[in-house]
Structures are given as C-alpha cells and as structure tokens.
C-alpha cells in the first residue's frame, strides 16, 4: 500500500534557526514525485517543494530544501533561517508518476519563537 | 497565485438535505480534484477529473458525487449530507501531463468549511 508518515505532530524552533521535518514514503512504484505543503492557521495550502524520484540532486526552494534519501524512503524538508512566519502545518505527499493522485501525510505542526 | 475560487466559502446544513460545493479555475488545468481534511487524517482524496466528463473515485468516495461540464467548473455534491461529512473541502488543480507520466504540483483552493447538524 502507498502511505507517507509524518511521525512529528508537532516541532518548535528558534528564530533563524534551521529545522527539519521528517518524512517517510511507502510505494512499490519505480516512478514516483514527492510534495510538500505548508497550511498556515489562515487554512489555504501552499505548494513549497518538489522532488522527482529520479533526479539526481536534492531539490531547493530559497529556504526550502529537500533532503532526499531514496534508499531510506525518506524526503525530509529542511527549512534554514527560520522566520515567525513559517509557523503553520507541513504535509509531505506523494504521487506515483502513473497514478493521478495525491497521497498526504498527516502534518507536522511547527512552531517558531522568538 | 493560481486562480481557484471555491463557493460556498462557509455552509450550515441539516442532515439529509443535499449540498453543492463548486470550484471554479481560470488556469485552462486538465486535472481539478476534490479533498476533504480531518483532524488526524491530512487531505484525503474525494473524487477527481482528468478532463471534462471525465471523472474518477478517490479514497472516500461514498457518499459524494461529481460533475465537470466545463474545464473551468468542477462541482461536487453531497446527496444527503450526513454528520460525518462535516469537514473543510478543498478544490485543487494540476496542469499534468499524463501521457508523459510527469509530476505537476496540485495547487488548492481556499477551501469550504461545511458544518452538517
């Protein structure tokens, strides 16, 4: 079965801090993307990172990174330079390339402080 | 932003009447989907289309029905809402391409909160 777990309900961190968020994927698929999103307490859901199976180098967005281990199954987000704003909810998902659908995580709420 | 407008935004019903929630893009995406989000459960998939007409179950489908006539709109209906469809809804649209199996990002909707008493 295909699943991603998020194993951290919630994670706090100190302003300018880095930070990673754990996650783990479960699929039998060759091909596969992975996704993460950021929901901020306002409830939209905001697209930040992708990362291909096949690619060869982790995947960045400007603060955003994606440490991809595919042996381990994992694609854990690494967020440098934390700022109050990033405070909100993570999911991790996942798309098999030939499949049309999204699988998330549960989230992983994370808090940043001054 | 992409353009994705959900309707209602917010909704109060009672049990056993029907409800439609309406997603409208402008962005001409093939693929528009419908989620719902429960505490504890992440987005689950309801029902999706990868094209108008063309429509296809998700892992909580009972209960739900949709429609696509048009690219731009993307309708999904409770026929008899219950209590346990109390949740917020989430539209969401993907300019995949699949017959190269690639990867596009889903981008969402604002959301609908729908309250069923």
């Known amino acids: 079965a295909q699943k991603i777990t998020q194993t951290q309900p919630g994670m706090f961190v100190q302003e300018k801090e880095a930070v990673t968020l754990d996650c783990t994927y479960d699929t039998s698929d060759p091909s596969y993307g992975l996704f993460w999103y950021k929901q901020p307490s306002s409830g939209e859901m905001i697209f930040l990172i992708y990362q291909g199976s096949y690619d060869q180098q982790n995947a960045t967005e400007g603060r955003y990174s994606l440490n991809f281990q595919k042996a381990r199954k994992s694609a854990n987000l690494v967020i440098s330079a934390s700022q109050l704003g990033d405070s909100a909810m993570y999911f991790c998902?996942?798309?098999?390339?030939?499949?049309?659908?999204?699988?998330f995580g549960t989230g992983t709420r994370l808090q940043v402080f001054p | 932003d992409a353009g994705i407008t959900q309707s209602p935004r917010h909704k109060v019903t009672e049990t056993g009447t029907p409800v439609t929630l309406r997603c409208h893009q402008t962005e001409n995406h093939r693929y528009m989907y419908w989620y719902r989000q429960d505490p504890g459960h992440g987005l689950r998939l309801i029902h999706y289309s990868y094209g108008v007409k063309d429509t296809d179950k998700g892992e909580v489908s009972d209960g739900y029905s949709v429609s696509r006539s048009k690219t731009e709109d993307f309708l999904l209906t409770l026929e008899s809402a219950t209590s346990s469809q109390t949740s917020v809804y989430f539209c969401?649209?993907?300019?995949?391409?699949?017959?190269?199996?690639?990867?596009?990002?889903?981008?969402f909707g604002d959301g609908t909160r729908l309250s069923i008493l």
């Open positions: 969401a649209i993907s300019d995949r391409d699949r017959a190269l199996g690639l990867n596009q990002p889903q981008h």
């Open positions: 998902a996942m798309s098999p390339y030939n499949t049309d659908k999204l699988i």
